[in-house]
Structure formats: C-alpha cells, structure tokens
C-alpha cells in the first residue's frame, strides 16, 4: 500500500512570496490533516479535512494561509504571503475514517523562509 | 491546553537498555497514540490505545494507560541505536472532530 506523498520535499523563499505545497493521501482514507511542524517543538493542526469538507481550520492562519482538498482526494497548502516564522515542516496525513483512527504521516516539506 | 506533556524531554541510554517515556493529559480521552521521528523524517504511527484499554504491545513497545492518573507510559525494551529518534504521545478527545494534540516530544538517544 502506497503512503502518503507530499511534494516538494524542500522548498527555500523569500518573504512576502508565496508558495504551495500538495498531498496525495493513501487511497480510500477520507479524512486529511495539514500540520505545521517548528523546529523543536510538536506538529500543531493547521486544518483537516473530511472528504473534501473542511472539519477544523480554528488554528489555521487566514489571513495568509489557505488550503483544499481537490474531489476529496488530493490537497494543497498555500501560503501568500510568506513571514519569517512560518519556516516549518508542513506535514500532511490521513486517516480511514474519522479523526478517532490512526493517522499516517507523509514525509513532509521542509520550508525555509529567507 | 490539552496536548500531552512528554517526560522526560530527553533520555540517553546505551544500546541493550530499556527507555522509558512518560505522557500526561489533562481531560477524558477517546484513544491515547505514540508516535516516532527520525530526525527530518515525517512520524510513524507506533501503538493507538483506546481509553478502555490498559496495556498493549508491538514487539519490543509496551504501552500503558492509566486513566484514572490520567497517564501513559512507552516502554522500548533492548534498545538499539535505530531508536534513536523523538517519540511523541497525542491524545485524541474524540467528539466531532477528534483530531490528535502533539506535545514537544521526548528525545532519545541510543548509544551503541
């Protein structure tokens, strides 16, 4: 069974540009999650998603954050425009069912913010 | 805040060792989930143990929950240095949403 894909692996900007990031979940899970991940510290939920409805956003930064999760299948992470402090793993996962099931973690995209 | 506090927040040991990893939450539980990071990796779902539940293991893990203490402990036994990575506990309250709460994460070095 194939994971969870994220591309790109890396990516380096410079502030007030914007960037994107996509996942491709493992087939037939419905539920999707964006994480943002700060050196040092734990993932944080930016969004999650049930099929292609949106569950929680409470903790995702509006004003320059945005996502979609495509047919309730693929999703993208954009951020325009980009700080300083949002230099983080952004980490994608899924899971079968419901936010209650085990989660599986892409390898996730390391953004550096210049 | 209801993410899981991981202690303690580093530990190193020498191969053959066992590591043990404490996690505490604050209010009721659906399930409890430990998970590693190898350094600049994504995290690898390890054990999910429901609230009913007081004990599991997975080859080398054995993972307890203690609700009333409101409590979990991980326990990797003969250590080697391929566990060397940040082991996380997230507590899932369940409800609508459901979703996972990360603390920071115990570090653990396995020297060989």
């Known amino acids: 069974e194939a994971g969870v894909a994220q591309s790109p692996r890396y990516k380096i900007i410079e502030k007030r540009q914007s960037v994107a990031f996509w996942c491709n979940p493992i087939?037939?899970?419905?539920?999707l999650y964006w994480y943002q991940q700060i050196l040092g510290q734990g993932p944080k939920l930016l969004i999650q998603f049930q099929n292609n409805g949106v569950v929680d956003d409470s903790q995702l930064p509006k004003d320059r954050f945005s996502a979609e999760r495509l047919k309730g299948v693929d999703s993208t992470l954009k951020i325009q425009p980009a700080k300083l402090e949002d230099s983080a793993v952004y980490l994608c996962?899924?899971?079968?069912?419901?936010?209650?099931?085990?989660?599986?973690f892409g390898p996730g995209t390391r953004l550096t913010v210049l | 805040s209801q993410q899981g506090e991981e202690d303690p927040q580093a530990l190193s040991i020498q191969e053959g060792e066992n590591a043990t990893m404490n996690c505490s939450y604050k209010?009721?539980?659906?399930?409890l989930q430990w998970y590693r990071q190898n350094s600049g990796r994504g995290l690898v779902h390890l054990i999910l143990i429901r609230s009913n539940e007081r004990e599991k293991h997975s080859g080398r893990l054995r993972v307890t929950l203690d609700t009333s203490k409101k409590s979990s402990s991980l326990l990797i036994t003969a250590s080697r240095a391929a566990d060397t990575a940040s082991y996380f506990c997230?507590?899932?309250?369940?409800?609508?949403?459901?979703?996972?709460?990360f603390g920071k994460g115990t570090k653990l070095s396995v020297k060989p």
């Open positions: 087939s037939g899970h419905a539920t």
């Open positions: 997230a507590p899932n309250y369940g409800g609508s949403q459901g979703n996972l709460i």
């Open positions: 209010t009721s539980i659906n399930n």
């Open positions: 996962a899924s899971s079968l069912r419901s936010g209650t099931d085990t989660q599986y």
